[in-house]
């Protein structure tokens, strides 16, 4: 008998949850220690971030930019997205304000998920140029207290509506995951932008995974 068709990053999330769920699924280094969180730890978090972003109305065919270190919640703010039907749009950390003014106008993004303060003035110092950027949500408040934009909105705060959400709607999560498809776009990826304007790739969920699966089938890791 065939197993769950695991065609997206969301399903993919749930399905590793359930099956190795106190298991470790990441590691961040933590002021000289590594940390470690278990895939239960991935998915709730995920889960919350998603549903927090369904609470701020995201939905199908919107952009999420995401734009800070690899971090854990950097994979969890995409895989959430994705849940919410959004599409990703990653950027780099040291992109100048031009690029990242561009990136996002380009890609109409509604909601950007920033590491921190230097990532949140880009942001601000941009905005008129993004008139679709509505929100902008920051993980490290340090700095923050300084601004005073009706957009800004702290990670902890947007987790702690998803988990509100959440018990409102126990199945919700669960029903937008299910109705995620591997065929539909995920992810927009930049081109390097070394001869001309970066141009945005479009991505499907189920083609990054199949992707990763030939690869480590020809190279188990």
């Known amino acids: 008998m065939s197993g769950p068709i695991l065609d997206t990053l969301p399903k993919l999330l749930a399905h590793n949850a359930a099956r190795h769920g106190g298991e470790i699924a990441l590691r961040e280094k933590q002021f000289g220690i590594w940390r470690s969180t278990s895939w239960s730890q991935y998915h709730e978090r995920t889960r919350?971030?998603?549903?927090?972003?369904?609470a701020l109305g995201i939905g199908a065919g919107d952009v999420v930019g995401l734009i800070g270190d690899n971090r854990p919640d950097w994979v969890m703010g995409e895989i959430a997205a994705h849940a919410a039907g959004a599409r990703s749009l990653g950027i780099?950390?040291?992109?100048?304000d031009d690029e990242v003014a561009y990136l996002l106008e380009f890609a109409g993004a509604k909601l950007v998920l920033a590491e921190d303060e230097e990532q949140v003035d880009k942001l601000l110092n941009i905005s008129d140029r993004v008139p679709t950027l509505r929100h902008i949500v920051y993980a490290d408040p340090r700095g923050m207290r300084k601004h005073d934009d009706?957009?800004?909105l702290p990670l902890d705060t947007l987790v702690k509506q998803g988990l509100e959400l959440g018990l409102a709607q126990p199945r919700l999560y669960e029903q937008m995951v299910a109705a995620t498809r591997g065929e539909d776009?995920?992810?927009?990826c930049t081109t390097s932008g070394t001869t001309a304007r970066p141009k945005l790739a479009m991505l499907t969920g189920g083609a990054l995974i199949r992707h990763c699966r030939s690869y480590l089938a020809a190279d188990p890791k």
């Open 48 to 54: 919350a971030i998603a549903l927090g972003l369904r």
């Open 92 to 96: 780099y950390r040291d992109a100048l």
């Open 185 to 188: 776009v995920a992810i927009l």
């Open 150 to 152: 009706p957009r800004l």
